[in-house]
């Protein structure tokens, strides 16, 4: 049964074997650990490791661009991780002295932040002081004195005439000097009688004039700009010795990622020891563990200390067993698809099974291409081999892989190759193909959805069989069954109308037969026959649902003429570029790569999603609920490495 049958569990034991134990249980990862219902354990060193963690974190992250190492697109997603054994990450945490290291990191860094803060700074002050060079005063000097005051600003070009010959009739006093013109821009440098300071700063505030504030210094703008030169010219030498003191880290980088590693182990056995229920002597865990696991934790529990013990207990009221499921390794990829919707419950049935063969027959209708079906196997499998991947990350590439598998077929049976035009294949190959989307859409019409058809009944049947095997005979019967019966015969009188059948009489007899069991059966939970009638006969509207989902399925034959189309017309146009003297060759095979690559990716996209759909929405739909918790088993994990 792919939905595994799962135990509650309590885990008890002397605290002089607690950290053996639960290191067990970790490198078992059978076990879901819960919290002791009447847990009196106070929260424990969980924060500190994880801001520990954190520290080693930032410390790899200020290590990783110095590295010059170049990840791919694909490595960006999937990195590589180097496979060690625990007892590495042990010994690397005792001979290492990691806190050191991510001690003398963070005050570089700081120091670094600092010479950092310092450049902008002098970078601004030099911004502020080129439109001030031709100024031969020293920067101190412009300030107020005992009997006139100097103040620098600036002004838009247009508005100086208008500005002077207003300041020249209110204070006849004041000297006004133009520093300097830049852009549309002019700097001045106004002088003032001391004790026409308030008038004139009002009259400056009216006005279109910014005031600015220049640094106070002995020497003139222009020397003041040579020596920030020289401070930046220092600031940027002591950033690179800075720099290449943490680059002498880098070393230690595979050491932080051990240790990383290693505090995150322990940091997952604090959160469980922070579960337990304590004694003086004694703690005690509850959990939940796969039915089938139980004999070999108990065993392994016995070997590694006789001071613990592992016993099945009963659920609490309205507890829920979480979701595990094992499939065979064939629709192992396709519990992706599961997933995405959501596991199913203890009493549920696993859909990963009957929605393989649907979903991998999609898969293949859509793209049905030889080339792009050779293509996406190759380099899914590629990837598999090579990559590093999570569980989700090995599931996609083996569907995508199974599913480059049945584009082959799907290709062959459709005569497309790189959609290139059927006239111009090998006779041996065209003796294959058994379909043309393009010239008989139809036909691929009427397969789309006939295999609508045959899911939507699949996916009742399921229903059907569920129900049965877990003892409701009256919803299976009258939910499922008669549905079934229903739209079969519906099917058989369609089928039979179209084609002239003489047992279309016979099927539309049996059509009014089933139609008239939903119309007793559907509304019999309502009170009152009159209710019970009514809702019987608008049961029946259901039957535009069904016919909703089967016209959904005509998608198939969309994204497979689309797919076909777009690629022939990139033969077309690389064909048209073939008679260009001298490039013509090498713009054609341009355009054949980039825009095959182009199609395959968009379409392998298209099959990948409405694929999905059909099962999710019109499959699911019928008998799918979704309604399991995952199972997730106390185990290592681990961000840098693989724990053997």
Known sequence: MPVVPMLKVAVGGHRRAETDIITYLQKQGTVELTAWPEQITPP????ALELEMVEVAHAINLLAPLSGEKK????????????VTEELLQQTAREFDWRAIVTKLKALEAELANLRNLERSLLAESEQLKPWTPLPETLDRLICQEKTCLITGAIKTKSLAGFQVGLAKEFPATALQVVNSLRDTTYLLLCHLANESNQVNAYINKAALTRLSLPLSPRTPAAELVELSRLLAENRTDQAEIWAQIKAQLRHRTSLTYIYDHLFQLSLRQAVKEKMALTSSSFFLTGWLPREKLAAVQQGLKKITPLAEITVSAPTAGEVPPTLIKNRP???PFELITRIFGLPGQ?????TGPLAFFYLSFFAICLSDVGYGIILALVSYYYYRKLTLSEGGKKLLL???WGGLATIVAGVI????????????PPALKQLQLIDPIKNPLNVLVLSLLIGVGQNITGLSLGFYWKMKNKEYEVAIFDYGFWIYFLLALVAYVIGAGTGSPLTGIFAQLALIGAGLLVITQGRNEAGLVKKGLFGLLSLYRTTGFL???????????LMMTTSIIGMVINIIAGMTRGIPVVGYIIMAAILVIGHLFNLVISVLGAFIHSARLQLVEFFGKFYEGSGREFRPFRHETKYVIIK
Do not use: M, V
């Open 72 to 83: 791919s697109f694909i490595e960006s997603f999937a990195p590589y991780k180097e496979t």
């Open 548 to 558: 909703g989902d089967t016209l959904s399925y005509s998608r198939l034959l969309a």
């Open 414 to 425: 459709t005569g497309s190759y790189f959609a290139i035009d059927s006239s111009l294949l």
């Open 330 to 332: 064939i629709f192992y």
């Open 44 to 47: 424990g060193q969980t924060n």
């Open 399 to 401: 569907l995508l892989f």
């Open 347 to 351: 009493h549920e049935i696993d859909p």
